[in-house]
């Protein structure tokens, strides 16, 4: 067909159904079609379907939930929560049971039952101790309160540095006896008990030195042994010491201690110038300390015969 030749109306007809498809005028196309058919009737009916749209039927109305009672409330809480497990019983902890700590708490009751047996026997011990110390320092208390009346003759020779140095014809002079305690907030248990005393001999004594260094020596061990010194000093005409002079009362002072010791069960025993110059230590067993053994230690004393070395032990150091 040439391009100047009028279209034919089966032609238009097709143009226009096309328009009507490409706006998705379906009804229009359809009204179209059927009027083609009828005017042409060479054309094979159109076996295309076009359903009609039914319509969307209306949503049902959901009906309002009955307002929950309390009860109906705490039933339906307590049906969403998971089901807790039952709580344990005392002492089956899964935190607290394991068998790890069992033994640790075991083994600390048995510590602490250790630790309060053993807190229980020093502290009996310390009882025992503080008991036997107070009549040690009854004893001795009355002791020096009759010495010191009578003041008797110390048949003891006591040797300075060798043996023309001996103090000799001593008498007791003055003495006493006291104690010392803890605190009340350790007990009040006593500790100690303390013995001091002096003897006294013909009058005074000199101790001569030409070397300073050697004067020094014997100062200190004359300051050690208790005496109280008065120091005279000798120069030459060039100022240089000539002699050194210790002067010193003819007193030996006497100190006796009896100490506690718990932690052994026994008595330790410190003296200075007891027998002979110089310190001397003894120890006893708490058990071995009573009034016979006190009279022993008070003829030793006394420079009479006494058994309270035999009963003693004498400890070196």
Known sequence: MSSNQAPSPLDAQAEALLADIATFDLEAAKRRVAAVDGRYT????????????????????????????????????????????????????????????AQLRKETEQRQQTQASAAELLAARRKRCSDVLRQVT?????????????????????????????????????????????????GGHILQAGFAYTLKGRGQRQVDQFDPASAERVRKVLIDLGFKLEVQIQRNELNQINRIRFAFA?????????????????ILIEARNLERFGVTRFSLPLDAVNGQLLDEFG???????????????IVVG
């Not at 039914?54 to 809480?77: F, G, I, N, R, Y």
């Not at 049906?79 to 790890?100: C, H, I």
């Not at 003819?250 to 026994?266: L, S």
């Open 42 to 101: 060479g054309l094979r009916s159109s076996q295309t379907s076009f359903p009609t749209v039914k319509d969307v039927p209306e949503v049902p109305e959901v009906p309002a939930a009955p307002a929950a009672t309390p009860q109906a409330s705490h039933a339906l809480h307590a049906s969403s929560r998971p089901a807790q497990a039952s709580a344990p019983e005392a002492g089956t902890s899964s935190l607290l049971g394991g068998g790890l700590l």
């Open 250 to 266: 003819e007193e030996i002072p006497v100190q006796v201690v009896w100490r506690a010791d718990p932690d052994q069960d026994q």
């Open 138 to 186: 009854d004893y001795l208390r009355e002791f020096t309160r009759q010495l010191n009346v009578l003041q008797p003759e110390i048949p003891r020779t006591y040797y300075l540095f060798d043996k023309h140095d001996a103090f000799s014809g001593l008498v007791w002079a003055k003495g006493g006896a006291d104690h010392r305690s803890a605190s009340e907030g350790d």
């Open 299 to 313: 003829c030793l004393v006394l420079g009479r015969e006494s058994q309270f070395r035999s009963k003693a032990k």
